[in-house]
């Protein structure tokens, strides 16, 4: 079997998780990966155990090279995703997929210019439980959506001694918290309902006002506790924590928190949707199971196994049971599915992965958040 060769782009927290969900893939193979030094590019692969390493142009500029993965901190995932799908790759892009929404517009016109496949990585909707509710709104089995109560929470940077480049705006944009893991939620919240979010009301805080940033980098998740000669005092300009108000185009209404100081909260993306005829309550750290909650009848538990699920979310469900499948799962499922459509060379014309034109749709939805708080007040999408 020929496989597809691919690139992967920056090696941090993520890079790595997409390396290991391509090598569950029987079609794919990562012959390369890219950093920002020809030095640390060498590591990371000797590390990872990619056969060749790059630097990015030479990445784009390899012939073999037929996808590339774009894992770097946001301010690159513009300019790289143009310049990879200029060299005629297909490309998969972590969220969010720009800075702002001029640069996000641009990438959904040249993807849809250049036929290649584009994707943005909203992984968590590849839970099979995701999906399964998702079928349930689709057949009725829902009903109406009367309301939704989200929450995205999170500890690693809980303390003022826990520092990343998402805290500089320059590498992460305006945003931290909402664009970060607040576009998570938003994404799989309308995937599910299928609503529009017409109108939000946001309030942020940041409850680190300074943070004592590490004189030499720190990865995500590192736990490393630093002292104080590792330091320097600097502002910090981005929310820790948000509160939004949300309104729907059926009328109904909702309200999400994220929050990344919440002690205990490991990643915990969290919601309820409440429909005419049932309640679903869902959360990534135990994504094996959802509530199901009725007015007239005792509640329920539904456990993930392939015959007890919507035949569309047995698709993705690897093991029986019992058997429990996890994050790492959820991006080889979603890979699974882009990889099926780098096969076929175009993008699929209704594509069930989420593409570039959704990564916009998130991106504005975030940008309307940013402006309800800087005003204050209600603004529309
Ligand atoms: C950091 O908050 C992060 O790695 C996010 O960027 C991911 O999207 C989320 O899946 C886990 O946490």
Request: aromatic share 8%; hydrophobic share 40%; proline share 5%.
């Amino acid at each position: 079997m020929n496989k597809i060769k691919v690139g992967v782009v920056g090696t941090g927290f993520i890079g790595p998780a997409h390396i290991e969900a391509l090598r569950r893939l029987p079609n794919v193979e990562v012959v390369a990966l890219c950093e920002v030094t020809a030095e640390l590019a060498k590591e990371k692969a000797e590390a990872l155990g990619i056969p060749r390493h790059y630097t990015f142009d030479e990445l784009i500029a390899q012939d073999d090279i037929q996808a590339v993965h774009i894992c770097t901190p946001n301010f690159l995932h513009y300019s790289q995703s143009k310049a990879a799908l200029l060299a005629g790759k297909h490309v998969i892009c972590e969220k969010p997929l720009a800075k702002d929404l001029k640069e996000a517009e641009e990438l959904v016109e040249l993807a849809s210019q250049t036929g290649l496949v584009n994707a943005v990585h909203f992984n968590l909707r590849y839970y099979p439980l995701v999906r399964h509710m998702k079928a349930a709104r689709e057949n009725g089995d829902l009903g109406e959506i009367y309301s939704v109560i989200g929450s995205y929470l999170q500890d690693w940077l809980f303390y003022q001694t826990d520092y990343n480049w998402r805290l500089e705006p320059d590498k992460s944009g305006d945003s931290r918290a909402i664009a970060d893991i607040g576009s998570h939620l938003m994404d799989i919240i309308e995937y599910i309902t299928g609503l529009k979010t017409t109108a939000v009301l946001s309030d942020f805080n940041t409850v680190h006002k300074t943070r004592k940033k590490p004189l030499k980098p720190v990865e995500t998740y590192s736990g490393k506790m630093l002292t104080p000669e590792d330091y320097a005092d600097v502002p910090i300009n981005t929310e820790d924590h948000a509160n939004v108000l949300l309104r729907f185009d059926n009328g109904n209404k909702g309200v999400i928190t994220v929050s990344q100081v919440s002690a205990g909260r490991k990643n915990r993306m969290a919601f309820e949707i409440s429909g005419a005829n049932k309640t679903f309550s869902f959360n990534s750290e135990s994504p094996n199971e959802v509530w199901v909650g009725y007015r007239d009848k005792a509640n329920e538990v539904l456990l993930r196994d392939p015959s007890l699920v919507d035949p569309g979310a047995r698709s993705l469900i690897t093991f029986p049971g019992g058997h429990n499948e996890g994050f790492p799962d959820t991006s080889k499922q979603m890979f699974k599915e882009v990889y099926a459509a780098i096969e076929a060379g175009k993008q699929p014309e209704n594509p069930t992965f989420p593409t570039f034109a959704d990564g916009y749709r998130e991106l504005l939805i975030c940008e309307r958040i940013l402006e309800s708080n800087r005003k204050q007040a209600w603004v529309e999408i």
